[in-house]
């Protein structure tokens, strides 16, 4: 039996989240679809972590074990082959045996774009949330800057999460433009369920105007839900990066250059 | 009567094309619909020039004369809550009553986007053409120079092409890198039915390595389709930019810095 890692890009529109669900179909069953196709077999996927209706993910893992004798680096030319074109598995890799891809994590980065232009975009209307008001980049930067370092994020999670514990730590929170589009990058240990879209609908009241920046630190003490803003919509949420001690996804399909600009976004 | 211009992006994927065509749904009449739906009147737009089925647009320009009195920079936002959203009307401004959004263009420019990746991309895959296959950038490069000025694009047209002279002016012809994209950049006085995509398929056959750069001045020579190389897909190209006279879409839209800069794309 061995255990293989899949790095998987996908544009969520179409899919109701990562995980199993009633109401519509997932990745994780398309992606099992697949490799009934390929290998006659269902493994049980277990990804880094779940996304929901409509983000996308540039590198979701998951892994899964298999006594099936395809070579490890080469699952993902055998998937692509019978995925839809929304889906691409854009590596794969042995893994010890008892290596994890959620409970191995140790950082996930994140992004949340926003296109602040007049009109929205035919190119990005999946991808970026439209907001024609104006968003004052300083003020947004100022409250993104409150969220670094360890924190109760209670405030910050929907009633859906069942995390034990709600302290985490962001290593990274800032605002990048690039042409018309205001990009939220945000890198943690781990996030609460929908914590980072409470985050930007809370910075975008912020960036509005409607409340100060330092709504975030008396949110952060206070820890309660009702001082932090709207959840924002799922669409301009993407799952950026996930960092194992094993291998770093953007390292491991752009390069290291690539991973030092926060910017840096490979599709477009 | 008044003569209105507007700028129009569109997702080119789910269109036959701008031009009303019997087998399927045109951007031109998308449009025309939602002036019916706006005025009650189905004004008869006037385009740059046709796109091909599948392709897009950051910036076509089309008009169109109305005795509607609704103010000339208010009909973009009054259309696009009546267009779908792939279809975004960027800008709208009158014009001299003479002025003709075909007949007075100075300067087109067309972009062809090359996924070069060893996998496809989950968000470019109707935006970018994916090969898998090495491209030698070099002799990318050096068959693009070769197209600059004023040449008999005879062997660049498809037989469709009813144009009454087959002599084009190209401005710029240039290759850019963007992370996996190989991205073609050409500005001319005017193009060809198929031209660009005809130019991209015979430098795709130069990049792999199986005819030599001095193929495309043998075919600009020659004039003879045969010496040419395939057509490439529809859906890798976008037009750009339209320069007239009196505006210009990228300056319009984008301020002045970003025309400067050839790879700049404003959506990701």
Redesign the interface.
Known sequence: MRRIALVI???GTNYVGWQVQPNGISVQETIGGAFYKLIGERPVLHASGRTDSGV?A?AQVAHFDTECGVPADKF??AL?TRLP??????ASLETPPDWHARFDVREKHYIYRINNAP???????N?ALHMHYPLDEQRLQAAAKLFLGEHDFNAFKSVGSKAQTTVRTVFESEWVR????LIYHVAGSGFLYNMVRIMVGTMIRIGQGFEEPETVSRALSGAERSLAGDTAPAHGLTLRRVKYDLFDTEKLL?GSE?AKDPA?????
Do not use: L, Q, V
């Open positions: 890009e996908y544009d996308h540039m993902c030319y692509n074109s929304d889906i691409r598995i854009k009109h929205a975009s035919a190119f990005t209307r991808t690039r042409g018309d589009e752009f690539a840096f976004i490979p599709f477009i």
